[in-house]
């Protein structure tokens, strides 16, 4: 089964919002809550920023938030800040057999 | 606080096996389900394989059924991966990480990640 679809890299001057796709199919994406966001940095593990589709665990800035439509899923990133240089993974819960489906990441760069 | 911490990774010929262990401190393990996610070099993750915090069901990607067996030893406090018939493209950094939902069962994401352990399959 493919990969839930992100764009390969999206990018943001300090201070701006950006926003991250995720688009899978009514299996997965389109078909339940089970719905997850990941920021990964160079040689670090990835980190939980949303679950849920739009809850955030404690700990992550609300500058993060998050929503889903229909089969795609986004991730908003306000008040971009150096620090959110990182891979962006999305992730979902598809009935078709993988059971667990990720995006195949987003290169955040701030300019 | 919880940690994760993987082992049993290295340099390995092809078809061979290899175990991967997940030592796990700072929380209850046997309240919660378990999963091992892998990133091939410079590419993206992949959920590999789960099981239920009970240890009593588990499940696997498509791309390893077959090969990876999934354990874990809730007496010890850790979560086992064995690989069989190692081939070029299992080489990835293998994490383990934690399901959200505790003793609700699986909420399919993962909310605390080890650092992972390198696997390299090459003759």
């Known amino acids: 089964q493919s990969a839930l679809t992100q764009p390969a890299s999206v990018s943001g001057s300090p201070g701006q919002s950006i926003t991250i796709s995720c688009t899978g199919t009514?299996?997965?994406?389109?078909?339940?809550?089970?719905v997850s966001w990941y920021q990964q940095h160079p040689g670090r593990a990835p980190k939980l920023l949303i679950y849920?589709?739009?809850r955030r665990p404690s700990g992550v800035s609300n500058r993060f938030s998050a929503s889903k439509s229909g089969n795609m899923a986004s991730l908003t990133i306000s008040g971009l800040q150096a620090e959110d240089e990182a891979d962006y993974y999305c992730s979902s819960y598809t009935t078709v057999n993988t059971h667990i489906l990720f995006g195949g990441g987003t290169k955040l760069t701030v300019l | 606080q919880v940690q994760l911490v993987e082992s049993g990774g290295g340099v390995v010929q092809p078809g061979k096996s290899l175990r991967l262990s997940c030592a796990a401190s700072?929380?209850?393990?046997?309240?919660?389900?378990m999963h091992w996610v892998r990133q091939a070099p410079g590419k993206g993750l992949e959920w590999v394989a789960l099981i239920w915090y009970g240890g009593t069901d588990e499940d696997y990607a498509e791309s390893v059924r077959g090969r990876f067996a999934i354990s874990r030893d809730n007496s010890k406090n850790t979560l086992y991966l064995q690989i069989h018939n190692l081939r070029a493209d299992d080489t990835a950094m293998y994490y383990c990480?934690?399901?959200?939902?505790?003793?609700?069962?699986?909420?399919?994401?993962?909310?605390?990640w080890g650092r992972g352990t390198l696997v390299t399959v090459s003759s």
């Open positions: 849920d589709v739009t």
């Open positions: 009514s299996s997965d994406v389109g078909g339940h809550n089970y």
């Open positions: 700072g929380f209850t393990f046997s309240n919660y389900g």
């Open positions: 990480a934690r399901d959200s939902a505790g003793l609700r069962g699986l909420d399919y994401n993962f909310d605390y």
